[in-house]
C-alpha cells in the first residue's frame, strides 16, 4: 500500500495538475477553516500556526536556493527544516477547529507528501553540490534534529535571502488566514 501511495505522491501528470491548481485549493481549504474555527482553539491554533511561521521565515532568511548549499542557521538541525515549519503551520490552522480528527489524515498525508518531495530534492541537490551535499547528508539529519554541524552557526538571518524566498510574502499570506478568523469569529450576524 505504501508504494501505491508513493507512485501517487510522485505521479508526474497528478503534480502537474495539483501545482497548478494550488492556488484554488489552498483558498478553498483556508475557507473551509476559517468557518469551522472553534473559539476555544483559537489561541492554541495560532500560536502553534506562528511558531510554524517564524520556523519557515528563518529558513527563507538563510536558504540561498540553488546558488550554495545552505548549511547554518536552521539548516545546521536538520536537512528539512522549512518542512517542519509548513507541517507545524497547518497542524495549528486544524487545532483551531477543535476537530482532532482532522490532523490524522493530515499527518498521513503530510508524511506522504513530505518524503517523496524530499527525495526528489534530494537527487536534484546531490546532482546540483555532489560530494558536499553527500558530507552534508551524513552530518545532519534529514527531518528530526540530531546531530548539528557544530561548525556552521545556529543564528543566521539574511533580509535580503528572506526578501528574496518570498518570505514577507509567506507572512502576509499567513496573517491574512489568521486576521480573517478572527474577524470571523468578531462579526456582528
Known amino acids: 500500500m505504501p508504494d501505491a501511495i508513493n507512485a501517487l505522491f510522485n505521479h508526474p501528470g497528478l503534480r502537474s495538475i495539483l501545482?497548478?491548481?494550488?492556488?484554488p485549493i489552498s483558498?478553498?481549504?483556508?475557507?473551509?477553516?476559517?468557518?469551522?474555527?472553534?473559539?476555544r482553539w483559537l489561541w492554541a491554533g495560532f500560536i502553534?500556526?506562528?511558531l510554524g511561521e517564524l520556523l519557515q521565515l528563518w529558513c527563507f532568511a538563510a536558504?540561498?536556493?540553488?546558488?550554495?548549499?545552505?548549511?547554518?542557521?536552521?539548516?545546521?538541525?536538520?536537512?528539512?527544516?522549512?518542512?517542519?515549519?509548513?507541517?507545524?503551520?497547518?497542524?495549528?490552522?486544524?487545532m483551531?477547529?477543535?476537530?482532532?480528527?482532522?490532523?490524522?489524515p493530515f499527518v498521513v498525508l503530510y508524511w506522504f507528501y513530505m518524503v517523496n518531495r524530499v527525495k526528489r530534492e534530494e537527487k536534484r541537490l546531490l546532482g546540483l553540490f555532489g560530494a558536499e551535499y553527500a558530507a552534508y547528508c551524513s552530518a545532519v539529519e534529514r527531518f528530526l534534529p540530531g546531530r548539528r554541524d557544530p561548525s556552521k552557526p545556529l543564528w543566521v538571518w539574511n533580509g535580503?535571502?528572506?526578501?528574496?524566498?518570498?518570505?514577507?510574502?509567506n507572512l502576509a499570506v499567513t496573517l491574512a488566514f489568521w486576521g480573517a478568523v478572527f474577524l470571523w469569529h468578531l462579526r456582528p450576524w
Do not use: C
Request: no cysteine; glycine share 8%.
Open 48 to 50: 502553534l500556526s506562528m
Open 63 to 94: 536558504l540561498d536556493k540553488n546558488d550554495r548549499l545552505s548549511r547554518s542557521g536552521p539548516y545546521s538541525v536538520v536537512r528539512n527544516p522549512m518542512y517542519l515549519g509548513r507541517f507545524l503551520l497547518i497542524a495549528g490552522a486544524l
Open 96 to 104: 483551531a477547529t477543535g476537530e482532532w480528527w482532522l490532523l490524522i
Open 160 to 169: 535580503k535571502l528572506l526578501r528574496q524566498n518570498h518570505g514577507y510574502t
Open 19 to 23: 501545482v497548478k491548481l494550488r492556488a
Open 27 to 39: 483558498v478553498g481549504i483556508a475557507i473551509a477553516l476559517i468557518v469551522l474555527t472553534d473559539p
